[in-house]
């Protein structure tokens, strides 16, 4: 039986997984924005792809850590989670509103949980898994009250589909960021999917084309820098310090980011309702970070 020991309350970890979920709050609404004038495949294979030529780059300056042994394999699985879970976004994003896919991204961090205790050995406490339910739950509350989830269209499945892979892949990449950081970790990753990335993303541009207004390319650069490279550089640092389902439970408070920032920058309307759900989750989300969780004893910190 694997040996394991309670992970402390990190606030550093903490708040790099808030920074990092403050980037991935513009994720839907940009993506969204590109999807108007550009294909969803072009969109999801150029973004990885941006990523992955930026990686590159960043590992051939690097003359640190390498992964090794099983860690290659690992790498494999949670560059595949995170390029098809990138894939998926776009699909769905031409359908529905950023309002409703940040509603449906509410149930990653439940997801980032379990990918945690199946794949890094976590425990989190009885009381951890009370405050995620309850966290899903005002999500899920504030999605029926405002009528944003009505039976499931191919788009919400998608969506689905999206954040089922990115949790696996958040999962796995938390698991090697202990050792190899987390800029390294992402750039590994995104940089094994560069070969198998390239051909694909010039027959989708040949066959789509890339005519688009400078702000849908501005955007698709975003989530691509930003959005992915970065923002998940960030997030695995964060998990790294304070453990993969304890940082992934930041996540609930992205919905709520992002209504606020389609909002403010998109005109999409806000519910009047969004600033008490907000507190509340907030509420929870104080409360969970304080609960215990216990990690493999080899990938403590």
């Known amino acids: 039986m694997q040996e394991t020991k309670e992970c402390g309350l990190n606030r550093h970890g903490l708040w790099l997984g808030l920074a990092a979920v ?14 108007q004038e550009m294909d969803p495949l072009f969109i999801g294979l150029m973004r990885c792809l941006l990523a992955a030529l930026l990686a590159a780059w960043l590992l051939l300056a690097d003359s640190g850590l390498r992964p090794r042994g099983a860690e290659w394999r690992q790498l494999a699985l949670c560059s595949a989670a995170l390029v098809v879970g990138c894939l998926f976004f776009p699909f769905a994003m031409r359908e529905v509103s950023a309002a409703h896919g940040a509603v449906l991204v509410g149930i990653q961090p439940l ?14 406490s009885r009381a951890f898994w009370l405050c995620a339910l309850m966290g899903s739950g005002i999500v899920v509350a504030f999605a029926l009250r ?3 989830v009505v039976g499931f269209a191919p788009a919400d499945l998608a969506m689905f589909g ?6 696996l892949g958040y999962a796995e990449g938390g698991r090697l960021a202990n050792r190899l950081g987390g800029w390294r970790t992402i750039c590994w990753a995104m940089a094994l999917a560069g070969p198998v990335l390239m051909p694909v993303t010039l027959w989708s541009a040949w066959q789509h084309g890339t005519a688009a207004s400078p702000l849908a390319w501005a955007s698709l650069i975003y989530i691509s820098l930003f959005g992915l490279l970065i923002g998940t550089y960030i997030w695995y640092a964060g998990m790294a310090a304070a453990s993969v389902a304890r940082v992934g439970q930041l ?3 992205q919905p709520f980011l992002t209504l606020a920032l389609a909002g403010a920058l998109f005109d999409e309307s806000v519910p009047g309702e969004f600033w008490w759900f907000s507190l509340a989750l907030a509420a929870v989300v104080w409360l969970g970070r304080k609960m215990p969780v216990r990690r493999p004893v080899q990938n403590a910190i």
Not at 162 to 167: G, K
Request: aromatic share 8%; hydrophobic share 55%.
């Open 22 to 35: 403050a980037m991935f709050s513009l994720n839907l609404p940009l993506t969204r924005l590109a999807a």
């Open 111 to 124: 997801l980032t949980a379990l990918a945690a205790c199946w794949r890094n050995g976590e425990r989190p």
């Open 146 to 148: 405002q009528g944003g």
């Open 162 to 167: 999206a954040v089922a892979f990115c949790a």
């Open 251 to 253: 996540q609930l408070l």
